[in-house]
């Protein structure tokens, strides 16, 4: 059988849910109230980094084949410490075509950039300039002489990663975006089967050249 609450028992029940309700509101209040006085203080660690997104295109120019890759599109997601200018990113990038011709014989590969570990940089604060190292491994396949495929493995790629520092071009903006440019080497390559000799005389080298093009920045989707 139910036990009768009394109209005394009812209104010290909901005087405490109450209470609940209200206390929450006011922790709510305090931790928002505290963390903007520490942003607008300047404390250290109080700001989050800022997230940002752009669309990624480009071209880049080996040497060595003397041949041009279109790179994108892609992304890249950066976050910036806006009060020392650091930033990390992660780069984005499809697989590129590319085609040449070796004594006068084409030949077409597909690259596949591999980013080992994140994109780091900084961001000139006062100018808007940005420059970024990141450390690519680049992996072949899909290699045709004359047409033919010529096997390369599941693991064709370079001995370590590719260091590719790039800097802002003029015009170039945080929130807009711009071109960024630089030049690289290419490491030689390892487990290309038989064709490992013939890529190491025309890939690696120095010299290549790298033109990113950052399109308008968006904030990341929650």
């Given at each position: 059988m139910k036990r009768m609450l009394s109209g005394t028992t009812r209104g010290r029940r909901a005087a405490g849910r109450a209470g609940?309700?209200?206390?929450?509101t006011l922790g709510c209040f305090a931790l928002t109230t505290v963390s903007a006085q520490a942003e607008?203080?300047?404390?250290?660690?109080?700001?989050?980094?800022v997230r940002l997104d752009y669309p990624l295109s480009g071209t880049t120019h080996l040497s060595g084949p003397g041949s041009d890759l279109t790179l994108g599109p892609g992304a890249l997601?950066?976050?910036?410490?806006?009060?020392?200018?650091?930033?990390?990113a992660e780069t984005q990038l499809p697989d590129a075509q590319g085609s040449f011709k070796a004594l006068g014989i084409p030949v077409s590969v597909t690259t596949e950039f591999i980013e080992e570990e994140p994109t780091t940089g900084t961001l000139d604060l006062d100018a808007g300039s940005v420059k970024t190292t990141s450390r690519l491994t680049l992996r072949l396949k899909n290699l045709k002489v004359a047409g033919l495929p010529m096997p390369v493995g599941p693991h064709c790629k370079t001995r370590t990663p590719a260091v590719i520092d790039l800097a802002s071009e003029d015009g170039f903006s945080v929130f807009g975006g711009g071109k960024l440019s630089g030049t690289y080497t290419i490491p030689k390559f390892e487990h290309c089967l038989l064709a490992t000799p013939v890529i190491n005389s025309m890939?690696?080298?120095?010299?290549?050249?790298?033109?990113?093009?950052?399109?308008?920045?968006?904030?990341?989707?929650?």
């Amino acid at each position: 059988m139910k036990r009768m609450l009394s109209g005394t028992t009812r209104g010290r029940r909901a005087a405490g849910r109450a209470g609940v309700a209200i206390a929450a509101t006011l922790g709510c209040f305090a931790l928002t109230t505290v963390s903007a006085q520490a942003e607008g203080s300047g404390e250290a660690g109080a700001a989050a980094p800022v997230r940002l997104d752009y669309p990624l295109s480009g071209t880049t120019h080996l040497s060595g084949p003397g041949s041009d890759l279109t790179l994108g599109p892609g992304a890249l997601k950066s976050s910036t410490d806006m009060t020392t200018g650091a930033l990390t990113a992660e780069t984005q990038l499809p697989d590129a075509q590319g085609s040449f011709k070796a004594l006068g014989i084409p030949v077409s590969v597909t690259t596949e950039f591999i980013e080992e570990e994140p994109t780091t940089g900084t961001l000139d604060l006062d100018a808007g300039s940005v420059k970024t190292t990141s450390r690519l491994t680049l992996r072949l396949k899909n290699l045709k002489v004359a047409g033919l495929p010529m096997p390369v493995g599941p693991h064709c790629k370079t001995r370590t990663p590719a260091v590719i520092d790039l800097a802002s071009e003029d015009g170039f903006s945080v929130f807009g975006g711009g071109k960024l440019s630089g030049t690289y080497t290419i490491p030689k390559f390892e487990h290309c089967l038989l064709a490992t000799p013939v890529i190491n005389s025309m890939v690696p080298g120095d010299g290549n050249t790298i033109t990113l093009t950052l399109g308008k920045a968006t904030a990341p989707a929650p």
